[in-house]
């Protein structure tokens, strides 16, 4: 008899009775049962068919499973009369929680096949696909312990969930028109259907609903209609910031988006995340994602966003794309019951809820594409909690609780790192409350206890506040990590990697070694060391907090000259003078390193964007002016003040925009290249990696990866870890494991 361990994501993807079909197929007769971290089956065979069998389960697993190991042992036979799957029997081990899977293909069929009996039944879904991280109590992942648990199934769908031939057996959250959760309109007398087409004639007619999703509401609106959108904007108090549009499908994005075959892999994964996608001049509404070229899409997931596009009503021109952003108040975790809906969302005119309880808020992940490879910007729904594996370093469990703004934390055990949902920006207390109850919820799932607490140096962050309470109440060490380091050992978490490199960390505000803002900095590093090697050139931030949303504040700093400031039209008289007299004076001013600013000070000189209104702004404004520039230069070094000076003669001398911010760029990453390649020359370190919000920046990252290789050196880079501040998390946890 043979004991076969299944490690992996092995839970909620119909896993058992996969197996359970193949070895009725090969003739194998035992057991196989969910352990929590892993499938464990007992298999008696002939030595072919045993042989058959296991090369089967690692070949033909399900679609929505990985498994990551198999152990076989061979044991001395046993008496079975068939093949059974038996009750889940809790074991401790490294545990894979799945993340929410995008409703599937089939489930898709069926719910607009008027003779299937959940024939547009808004919580569909199969062993293939469904809610699962957010819905989920604890481990095994079974439906008592799910918020599915309170809900019993009828007749008809206990017999699916019991019938190993059934596409739903085992199917935690299965339910119908006949039993499980329900949506409904809050405080109308408005459930399922009708609910459904309230909804769409509120949408269609321009109006605006909050939508109950897997892992928190959305906002929604006709993505196609200027006024809805602008009613949104002022409601929400987002002037600017970005929204993302959910497309009826495929096709519908093409009208209005550019997409390469990579992309549209990625926007069609069964994760369903945001992608950035090149806009097409079509019919999208221009303050959707004002100033900038890309536009975030993404595409039904649920069942529900199936139906609200869909539903077979008398309405015939529905939209086919709605913007789909968060719904929450401005910079607060996002809403996931009634009572905050109600709380945050009266200038909606509907709110479309359901009682199926979101245990674990996870917000849509948000996904760029740099050189036709995924590049993450935030990492949450879909991705969240799957591990990454990291090689090195003890085998100790570690909470790392991350940065202040962006926030999300990573739990690790036996060498697995895991990334919690997006959090948010932890400058709130409400979004405290949701950090330490996340954690909570986490690390029970996931069974940690941690041995070492990882936080930022930053004495002021909410984030270290918490970790030293944290580290008190366990009685466990805590230790702290400089941010820029915790960037570039993010890009090493991610790449495996174990080495000695040269780390590059630019990015917006964090806390230096000195005391001073560090963010553009040159770090020779491993897993347990960093020096500090070189950075740019230092600049003066006056006005505290302003000084990090107020690019024309730098771009004085660097000017230094009120008749030029003048001239640039930069602020007006008496925030000009004001700004002067603290720089003069050396009065709220801090020094800096920050190549977030140092973006923001050249986009005020070029007078594409003052004051920002979301982090990052400026940034991508420059950005996407840049792209529009396709004139070459010569590639010289220069220093970031030579480059600032540069930019303002040009801008003085009146000098096309574009081309000027494209030259920008082109110094930067020229500069960034020729910086490694001289520390690499001395060091003998070959190896570059790149990290920090800066990087984000796909113009950037491609132009200073290019110059990079062609210097001869090996580029580290993110792909599915965010290199801002969401990922520092992992980071701060591989510095603890070392
Ligand atoms: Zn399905
Ligand atoms: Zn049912
Ligand atoms: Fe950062």
């Given amino acids: 008899m043979l004991n076969i361990k299944i490690f992996g994501i092995v839970q909620g993807v119909g896993f058992r ?86 409703i599937c293909d089939k489930c898709a069929d069926e719910l607009f096949n008027p003779a299937d009996r959940r024939y547009l039944h808004p919580f569909i879904n199969c062993t293939a696909c469904g809610p699962r991280l957010t819905i989920l109590k604890n481990m095994p992942y079974d439906r008592e312990r799910t918020s599915m648990g309170e809900f019993p199934m009828c007749d008809a769908c206990a017999e699916e969930y019991f019938n190993p031939n059934s596409r739903r057996f085992d199917a935690q959250p299965v339910c119908c028109n006949d039993c499980g959760p329900e ?116 595409l039904p997931y649920t069942p529900l966003h199936l139906l609200i596009f869909d539903f077979p009503d008398e309405i015939k021109d529905f939209p086919d794309a709605l913007v789909m952003t968060s719904g929450n108040p401005s910079g607060v975790p996002i809403t996931i019951d009634d009572n905050g809906a109600i709380k945050n969302f009266d200038y909606c005119d509907a709110i479309l809820s359901h009682n199926r309880k979101i245990l674990l808020r996870a917000d849509d992940s948000v996904m760029d594409f740099i050189d036709n490879r995924p ?27 991350g940065g202040e703004l962006k926030n999300t934390f990573c739990l690790a055990k036996n060498n697995l790192l895991y990334s919690s949902p997006y959090i948010g920006d932890v400058d709130d207390l409400r979004t405290i409350e949701v950090l330490k109850s996340s954690i909570q919820r986490m690390s029970n799932l996931l069974e940690i206890k941690p041995e070492i607490i990882a936080c930022d140096m930053h004495p002021r962050y909410q984030t270290t506040i918490l970790a030293e309470k944290i580290s008190k109440e366990l009685d466990v060490p805590l230790i702290k990590i400089q941010h820029h380091y915790a960037h570039v050992l993010s890009c090493l978490a991610e790449n495996n990697f174990g080495g000695e490199v040269i780390g590059v960390a630019f990015d917006g505000t964090g806390y230096g070694l000195d005391g001073t803002i560090w963010g553009g900095e040159f770090f020779v590093c491993d897993s347990k060391h960093f020096e500090r090697v070189a950075s740019i050139n230092p600049f003066v931030q006056a006005g505290g907090d302003k000084s990090a949303k107020e690019g024309w504040r730098i771009a004085l700093s660097f000017i230094k000259n009120l008749d030029i400031a003048r001239e640039l039209n930069l602020a007006d008289e008496k925030n000009l003078r004001g700004v002067k007299f603290l720089l003069d004076k050396n009065i709220n001013c801090v020094r800096s390193t920050s190549v977030g600013r140092l ?121 599915l870890i965010p290199p801002n501040d969401g990922g520092i998390c992992l980071g701060q946890a591989i510095y603890a494991l070392n």
């Fill in 375 to 401: 590049s993450m910007i935030r990492r949450s729904r879909g991705y969240a909690p799957l591990p990454i594996f990291y090689d090195y370093g003890k085998k100790i469990q570690v909470l790392a609780i």
């Fill in 183 to 298: 949506i409904y309109i809050i405080g109308k007398n408005l459930r399922g259907h009708d609910a459904i087409k309230f909804v769409r004639k509120i949408l269609a007619a321009g109006g605006i609903v909050a939508i109950k999703g897997i892992g928190g509401f959305h906002l929604a609106c006709d993505a196609k209609n200027f006024s809805a959108v602008q009613r949104l904007r002022n409601s929400k108090i987002r002037p600017t910031k970005p929204f993302a549009v959910m497309f009826k499908n495929i096709s519908a994005v093409k009208r209005e988006c550019f997409l390469s075959d990579a992309e549209e892999i990625f926007l069609d994964s069964p994760q369903k995340p945001i992608v950035l996608l090149q806009k097409k001049v079509g019919s999208i509404a221009e303050n959707v994602a004002p100033n900038i070229n890309k536009l975030g899409v993404m």
């Fill in 599 to 719: 973006f923001d000070a050249i986009a005020a000189v070029l007078g594409v964007c003052k004051v920002s209104t979301y982090e990052g702004e400026a940034a991508m404004r420059l950005q996407a002016l840049a792209e529009r520039s396709n004139k070459k230069f010569r590639t010289d070094f220069m220093n970031t003040d030579e480059i600032f000076s540069e930019i303002l003669n040009g801008r003085l001398n009146g000098e096309n925009i574009c081309d000027l911010a494209r030259l920008f760029h082109e110094r930067l990453a020229e500069m960034t290249a020729q910086i490694c390649e001289e520390l690499s020359f001395k060091t003998k370190i070959k190896t570059v990696a790149l990290s920090g919000g800066v990087f984000q920046n796909s113009l950037l990252s491609l132009l200073t990866f290019s110059k990079l290789q062609r210097c001869g050196l090996k580029v580290l880079r993110h792909e």
């Fill in 17 to 102: 009775p996969f197996v359970k079909n193949l070895a009725d197929m090969n003739k194998i007769v035992g057991t196989v049962a969910n352990r929590g971290s892993y499938v464990e089956i007992f298999a008696q065979g002939s030595e072919g068919d045993l042989k058959n069998f296991l090369s089967a389960l690692q070949s033909k697993n399900p679609p929505r499973s990985a498994i990551l190991k198999v152990d076989v042992n061979n044991l001395p036979d046993k008496i079975f009369d068939d093949f059974q799957i038996i009750d889940s029997v809790h074991e401790a081990g490294d545990i894979f929680v799945s993340p929410d899977i995008s």
